[in-house]
């Protein structure tokens, strides 16, 4: 491996580099939608996992202590902050059902697979790999076995979760041409 390909990495797999852009955060807003809209789940964009609980290094990941899904679903209520003490919680150690990672120009696929890998071991039921650029998500019911979905596809389907969501819906704002999705000031 060169330097050049060693330094890329390390910049691709360093979490605190910006991951934002346009098709990665109105995929992730389609997401959120998408799903809270569904009462059997709560959903919570950007919130930190203790991860504690198993030895990240394992998983190539530089992290301490904690991973951060772009989106989690959960299926039971989120345990209350102690009000004596708290009066948010920054980190939960309850973890989702259900992890999803949107890739932004800023990631590898290399690393949220990592991550997707971390958060079985986590106990995360279920995990999702959303690519906006190719307009792909990748359900992953284990560690290493996934179902692939794309603009073929009428759905995206999650078993595990019983999740059938419209696919055109996912990737709406990033099917747009270009000129429609330039953001107008006046």
Known sequence: MS???ELE?????DEEVGMGSLYHGTTQANLACLLN????FMVVTELSLDATSIDLKRFNIKAKDELVPDLCVYTSPLPAPDEEVDDDL???SQMPDLAIEVLSPMQSVGFLVRKIKAYFA???KSCWLVIPVTKTVNVYSQAN?????DLKDPEVIDEVME???PIQKVFQNVLRKPSENVLKVR
């Not at 990495?9 to 797999?13: A, G, N, Q, S």
């Not at 076995?145 to 979905?149: A, E, V």
């Open 37 to 40: 809209n569904d009462e059997r």
């Open 9 to 13: 990495d390390e910049v691709l797999e």
């Open 145 to 149: 076995q996934s179902d692939i979905f």
């Open 122 to 124: 986590l106990g995360i």
């Open 90 to 92: 920054i980190r939960v």
């Open 163 to 165: 999740i059938r969501l």
């Open 3 to 5: 330097f050049v390909n």
